[in-house]
């Protein structure tokens, strides 16, 4: 049977129209790496892009850079290069700050424009960053948090709610929210929607503009490979622009930053989300990452990391493991992504992790596994189908070096 699972895996390998761009990335050898929804791996050409900033545009250009080497148009630039990946256009997507900051600017924002309502509407399990932001304008008397059940979301959108704030891809289950039916539902409460695409941005097709979307957010060091701490990205719909006014009043959302005025007076279109000085460093290795995927093809990637899955699905199902699969079955419900569930889930991820193959966990009870198709082989996914079988059949979990939990996971 193993034998005939690797054999099935190597032709598929052989047949993936994506093959090739695995040799694009920085891989460890005798790692099978499923940790891509956290951090993805390096791009083969992003050590060089920083050092090409590092040393030739800081170390030698200095300040001149700013204009001869384009930094100062670096978040426009990117942020236009991640907008063709989620159906914006390039005139409505910036990158720069971190998701949470662009999350406290836009639903601060979102609240602003619906004077008379206080009520942000979000479902319990969220990704914590996106309920502590609520949290955060709730606590200055701003907003109010809601919390409604998935599938009751649509009935809690009433005449209070302001805005709705969903992740499309759940950072825990995978499961995939309908974006274009939710943004439809919200609108007609007179209700504004803001999606965090943290988990989808780079590995599932986004089409924003066709949703009729708001605003969005993203982060650039999952899919799109831009290194930790990765600067994020914001969306906000064109018909929005003259009216939205975010909170964190900094000078590169200025008007005219160089005139060095006392007065505030926002920036025409999306440069007025823009905060403080932008983060030239990680807006190279984050120009990288997006290139490559753009080049790639987002509908390409999901249709691979769908076929990934599926085939992982039908590697655990031959060595004949039960497993309480939480994400939804159905692959094009899902992102990209498997999550299990298991009373000793950590100590389980603990031992792939021993063996090469990193995961990841999340609590209580989730064992959870990226499927990155940029880089990802269909042996990769064999080889840790077998591996887990084994640990869940040899009971190495059970060791105490596994079941210790460090402050970092």
């Given at each position: 049977m193993a034998d005939a699972i690797l054999a099935r895996a190597r032709e598929l390998d052989a047949a993936d129209p994506?093959?090739?761009?695995?040799?694009?990335?920085?891989?460890?050898?005798?790692?099978?790496?499923?940790?891509?929804?956290?951090?993805?791996?390096?791009?083969?050409?992003?050590?060089?892009?920083?050092?090409?900033?590092?040393?030739?545009?800081?170390g030698e250009g200095l300040i001149r850079s700013w204009n001869d080497a384009g930094w100062i148009g670096a978040a426009r630039r990117v942020g236009g290069q991640i907008a063709q990946l989620i159906g914006a256009g390039q005139h409505e997507v910036v990158a720069g700050d971190s998701?949470?900051?662009?999350?406290?600017?836009?639903?601060?924002?979102?609240?602003?424009?619906?004077?008379?309502?206080?009520?942000?509407?979000?479902?319990?399990?969220?990704?914590?960053?996106?309920?502590?932001?609520i949290a955060g304008l709730e606590r200055q008397g701003l907003a109010e948090r809601r919390l409604a059940e998935r599938g009751r979301l649509?009935?809690?959108?009433?005449?209070?709610?302001?805005?709705?704030?969903?992740?499309?891809?759940h950072y825990k289950t995978g499961a995939v929210h309908d974006m274009a039916a939710l943004t439809r539902a919200a609108h007609?409460?007179?209700a504004l929607v803001l999606w965090d695409l943290s988990?989808?941005?780079?590995?599932?097709?986004?089409?924003?503009?066709?949703a009729h979307a708001d605003f969005a957010v993203g982060c650039g060091y999952k899919y799109l490979n831009g290194g930790p701490g990765a600067p994020a990205f914001a969306f906000a719909a064109?018909?929005?622009?003259?009216?939205?006014h975010q909170p964190l009043t900094g000078w590169f959302g200025h008007a005219a930053p160089f005139e060095f005025g006392d007065d505030y007076a926002p920036a025409p279109g999306i440069d007025r989300l823009q905060c403080g000085t932008s983060p030239i460093l990680g807006l190279?290795?984050?120009?990288?990452?997006?290139?490559?995927?753009?080049?790639?093809?987002?509908?390409?990637?999901?249709?691979?990391?769908?076929?990934?899955s599926e085939f992982f699905l039908a590697c655990v199902a031959a060595r004949g493991l039960a497993l309480d699969l939480v994400s939804p079955p159905d692959s094009a419900e899902r992102g990209s992504q498997l999550s299990f569930r298991h009373h000793d889930a950590f100590a389980i991820c603990q031992a792939l992790i021993a063996r090469g193959v990193i995961g990841d966990f999340r609590d209580p009870d989730i064992l959870r596994l990226g499927f990155a198709p940029a880089y990802l082989r269909f042996e990769d996914i064999a080889e840790a189908a077998r591996h887990l079988a084994e640990v869940l059949e040899s009971g190495e979990w059970r060791r105490e070096e596994f079941r210790q939990r460090a402050a970092v996971t």
């Open positions: 994506l093959s090739e761009y695995r040799e694009r990335f920085l891989l460890p050898e005798g790692v099978i790496y499923l940790d891509g929804n956290s951090l993805g791996a390096l791009p083969k050409a992003t050590p060089d892009r920083m050092e090409q900033v590092i040393r030739q545009e800081w998701t949470s900051v662009n999350l406290f600017k836009l639903i601060a924002a979102a609240l602003d424009m619906r004077r008379g309502r206080k009520v942000v509407l979000s479902e319990p399990g969220n990704f914590p960053t996106d309920l502590y932001m649509m009935e809690a959108l009433d005449e209070e709610v302001a805005l709705l704030l969903l992740t499309h891809v007609n409460a007179g988990h989808s941005c780079g590995a599932l097709p986004v089409d924003l503009n066709g064109e018909r929005h622009h003259a009216v939205l190279a290795a984050l120009e990288v990452g997006v290139g490559l995927v753009a080049e790639i093809g987002v509908e390409r990637l999901a249709a691979k990391s769908r076929a990934l």
